[in-house]
């Protein structure tokens, strides 16, 4: 959705926060972070990968350095997800600084069918090391 999109769906569904999805493919993202931060209540910053159509689900990462860009300029909170793990997540909120993290891909049990749960353990795990890293 457009920036302009957004704000019309924020004025038909009142208190309801909105948090936007951008991908960080370039500095581009810069730009759009900020054409959505009056009417987003949120913006998560996520991998965009060639061959996977919409945004995250990747498991990669991307350029930190943009991240961090967009949350010095940005005054809404930024959650930063794209390839995060218990591996690095510590390293991730160093060089970003996000109000948040998030994981699926490698917080995740493969299942058969490609179907897949979270796996506890690592969840733990990113949690962890998270809060020891925002501390």
């Not at 370039?26 to 900020?34: F, L, P, R, S, Y």
């Not at 913006?43 to 930190?64: R, Y």
């Not at 069918?113 to 998270?130: H, M, P, S, W």
């Amino acid at each position: 959705l457009s920036p302009q999109a957004v704000a019309s769906l924020k004025k038909r569904i009142p208190g309801v926060a909105v948090m936007q999805a951008i991908a960080v493919a370039g500095t581009e993202a810069i730009q759009e972070a900020v054409a959505y931060q009056s009417v987003a209540d949120y913006i998560i910053l996520d991998t965009q990968a060639p061959d996977i159509p919409g945004i995250g689900a990747s498991g990669t990462t991307h350029d930190w350095s943009i991240s961090r860009a967009i949350v010095q300029q940005l005054s809404i909170p930024v959650i930063l997800a794209g390839g995060l793990s218990p591996e690095n997540v510590a390293e991730a909120i160093g060089a970003v600084a996000p109000w948040g993290v998030d994981s699926l891909s490698h917080t995740n049990l493969q299942l058969p069918a490609g179907r897949f749960c979270k796996d506890l353990e690592r969840v733990r795990q990113f949690v962890a090391k998270a809060r020891a890293a925002a501390a």
